[in-house]
């Protein structure tokens, strides 16, 4: 008896488990086939609204142009070919999940980018993947939050702030072209500038926003490689569609390699804020005028904490170890894009580069050093054109996106529906020909200051625009004309030479890069050479 009473029991347990096994699958079939459904009725909804814009050829109503966006130089072309058949904006789709507005003609991108910022947000499919890394800043935030912000940061960037850092940029330019001297006495005159441009904006940066001297262009660090490894992740994970996924992307070895970097600039610029806020205590103890105290000048970090709104609130220490991950992200890659770049479209172009290194040494004469001034960047006219027009050409950011809390519209009564991420191509704004004569073409003309005024008013937006645009681009540009004058003052530079062979072929990240990198021939000029 006792055993037959244990082969029911038996049973019984093992039909209640199979009940309840059913019940869960039940459960998860009926959550995912909900999921699904409403997945698929917001995509009819947003396909049906979107019908306005004229739509490239997809896969398929399902699949839409998911796959079709590529990171390559056959990607740049087919923005071109779009620029070409639909002039000003076309929709997109990635599936069911993102519906996109691509608009890339000043008359659609003004509105867009002028738009209040109380209903302009950052969408998920490009900021959401970096809000671990720069967590609530001013490059992620919305609304209210944002406008503190941005009141809070903005005299950080002021004229008279940026003065203080030409020096900066002429000592980590130094730096740079002393390491170049010394490949070209080694016989290396073949030289790939990514690397070195990039450790060199680096440099500054640390400077620049922490008082920090990593000696990163002559030595490892720790914090630079980090920063570089996250950045290559964030590109890595914004293609794999799987990893769009927290939950997923985390279990990953990518998604551990970023976490093992992530605390590495964490733990930093935490130690930096901790010690400055300290710093800044002791301070106020005995000397009541701590803000103009001349003790040394002050840094990016300095600036927003003792920052405060209208109320008196200052930056929590979280908030400023926000902004300054993002002044890092932001600053240094970008604008080491726009000085390779414009270094090598001088290099393509040797009666422009002429022009320019006259320029610069027309500002020199009768100095004893060879170093840029605040002053002498208004008078470098003509380099800043160049500068210009290879941000146009070759602009480091190649779109931004927004979405609205509201229905935009556009011109031709065309309706942008609320929660549609709008892609803005900078890029193929850049090179429409409806926009630009000879749109891929390098001609520093383009920006003559007795030309400009009849362009439209968003045709350039190497920055975006209107009140979400880039807070640090004086200084980029700062930055940009004290390296370029510097360089072209000590070389001469000519096309190198790729060593996996073939042309120039452009690659657009976080920021536009080349294929194999960007190789320049380097040729020290004497002072010889600049009496010719």
């Known amino acids: 008896m006792s055993v037959l009473q244990g082969v029911l029991y038996v049973v019984l347990s093992w039909t209640n488990l199979c009940q309840i096994l059913w019940v869960v699958v039940t459960g998860l079939v009926t959550v995912v086939a909900a999921w699904t459904a409403r997945l698929l009725v917001r995509h009819a909804w947003y396909v ?16 839409g142009h998911l796959g079709q966006m590529q990171s390559t130089e056959e990607g740049l072309l087919q923005v071109d070919d779009l620029v070409q058949t639909y002039k000003h904006s076309c929709s997109w789709f990635l599936g069911p999940f993102y519906h996109l507005v691509r608009v890339f003609h000043p008359d659609y991108v003004k509105p867009l980018l002028m738009a209040p910022a109380s209903i302009t947000m950052k969408d998920e499919l490009i900021y959401g993947h970096l ?32 003065k203080n850092y030409v020096s900066t940029f002429n000592a980590s330019a130094n730096t740079m072209h002393d390491k170049w001297c010394r490949l070209v006495a080694e016989g290396r005159t073949n030289v790939e500038i990514f690397d070195h441009v990039t450790l060199m904006t680096l440099d500054s940066l640390l400077k620049c926003a922490f008082s920090y001297d990593s000696n990163c262009q002559e030595s490892n660090s720790e914090y630079v490689s980090a920063i570089v490894k996250l950045s290559d992740l964030v590109i890595d994970r914004r293609f794999k569609m799987l990893h769009h996924w927290d939950w997923i992307y985390w279990k990953t070895q990518q998604g551990k390699q970023f976490k093992k970097a992530l605390s590495v600039v964490h733990r930093f610029t935490s130690e ?10 002791q301070q106020r103890e005995t000397d009541t005028e701590f803000t103009t105290s001349p003790q040394r000048k002050r840094d990016f970090v300095d600036l927003i904490l003792l920052s405060k ?100 519209m556009l011109p031709g009564d065309r309706t942008v529906p609320e929660g549609a ?25 383009h920006f003559d200051p007795a030309t400009t005024t009849s362009r439209a008013s968003h045709a350039f937006i190497p920055f975006s625009s209107g009140p979400r645009n880039c807070i640090g681009q004086k200084f980029a540009l700062a930055e940009l004309r004290v390296v370029v004058a510097l360089t072209l003052l000590r070389f001469r530079l000519t096309l190198g030479l790729n060593p996996s062979g073939g042309g120039v072929r452009r690659l657009p990240q976080l920021v536009l890069r080349a294929e194999g990198g960007l190789w320049l021939q380097l040729e020290p000029l004497t002072a010889h050479d600049m009496e010719k």
């Open 131 to 162: 809000r671990p890394w720069l967590g609530q800043s001013l490059l992620t935030t919305n609304g209210d939050e944002w406008l503190r912000r941005r009141k809070l940061l903005t005299p950080a960037f002021h004229f008279d702030i940026l």
């Open 309 to 408: 709104d209208e109320d008196g609130q200052g930056l929590t220490d979280e908030e400023i170890q926000a902004e300054a991950n993002t002044f890092m992200f932001a600053g240094h890659d970008s604008t080491a894009s726009a000085i390779c770049w414009t270094l090598y479209n001088l290099a393509r172009h040797a009666h422009h580069q002429d022009k320019c290194r006259q320029e610069v040494m027309d500002l020199m004469q009768g100095r004893d050093r060879e170093e840029i001034e605040w002053e002498d960047l208004s008078n470098l006219t003509f380099t800043t054109m160049c500068i210009r027009e290879s941000l146009r050409l070759h602009s480091p950011v190649q779109a931004v996106t927004r979405k609205y809390s509201r229905d935009m």
């Open 48 to 63: 049906h609204r979107l019908s306005c814009f004229s739509r490239p050829r997809a896969h398929s109503w399902l699949i």
């Open 272 to 281: 930096v804020v901790q010690r400055r806020r300290a710093l800044i205590s």
């Open 421 to 445: 991420i709008c892609l803005v191509s900078i890029y193929g704004t850049h090179h429409n020909p409806t926009v630009w004569t000879d749109p891929h073409e390098y001609n520093p003309l």
